[in-house]
């Protein structure tokens, strides 16, 4: 048990505590890539699913920033593949934009619903091929059957991803720039 944390749990600290913006000790550690603390928060019995007050979750924390050794302690211990945050966007969202291809196969393999769309009403397809330098190249590239040199890009598809979605909202949008400006 890491130094830092043992003690407190030794001594009976409350583990699903919150602070003023709602965050646990756990969703901090997730954040912060702290495997170690994060697999003792775990083991010692923390809340895995608990919502700061953006509705962020440890694992769309640990999404976010790319760390997948915290992810995956947080998976194999059951947290909430498809938790959604305020903004309606899941951990998968958060893998998209950090940008780790790793972290966006980890979360399709346990389940993360690539149809899930945002608030907005934006798949995280529409995310991955908006982060792409040549926006208009990828989309290009995967209407005929290329995935634009993003990694990110082909496992979305290869999960069964909606190309045909992503094409209406861009065509709604008036193109990837809307993205950035809406």
């Known amino acids: 048990m890491p130094q830092t944390v043992g003690p407190l749990l030794e001594a009976g600290a409350e583990l699903n505590l919150v602070d003023n913006g709602g965050h646990t000790a756990l969703s901090m550690a997730a954040a912060n890539g702290q495997a170690e603390i994060v697999r ?81 009403g934006r798949p995280a397809l529409y995310e991955a091929v908006g982060m792409c330098c040549d926006s208009m190249q990828a989309l290009w590239d995967l209407e005929h059957g290329s995935w634009g040199g993003s990694e990110i890009v082909q496992a979305l598809v290869e999960a069964g991803a909606d190309l045909d979605q992503v094409l209406r909202l861009v065509e709604s949008d008036g193109g990837f720039f809307g993205i950035y400006v809406s």
């Open 40 to 120: 003792a928060l775990v083991e010692a019995g923390a809340e895995l699913n608990v919502a700061n007050h953006a509705g962020c979750h440890a694992l769309s924390m640990a999404a976010h920033n790319g760390h997948a050794d915290v992810m995956r302690i947080l998976l194999d211990a059951g947290a909430a593949v498809n938790a959604t945050n305020d903004d309606g966007e899941t951990a998968l969202f958060g893998a998209v934009r950090c940008p780790r291809a790793e972290c966006v196969r980890m979360l399709l393999q346990a389940g993360a619903d690539v149809h899930h769309a945002s608030n907005e």
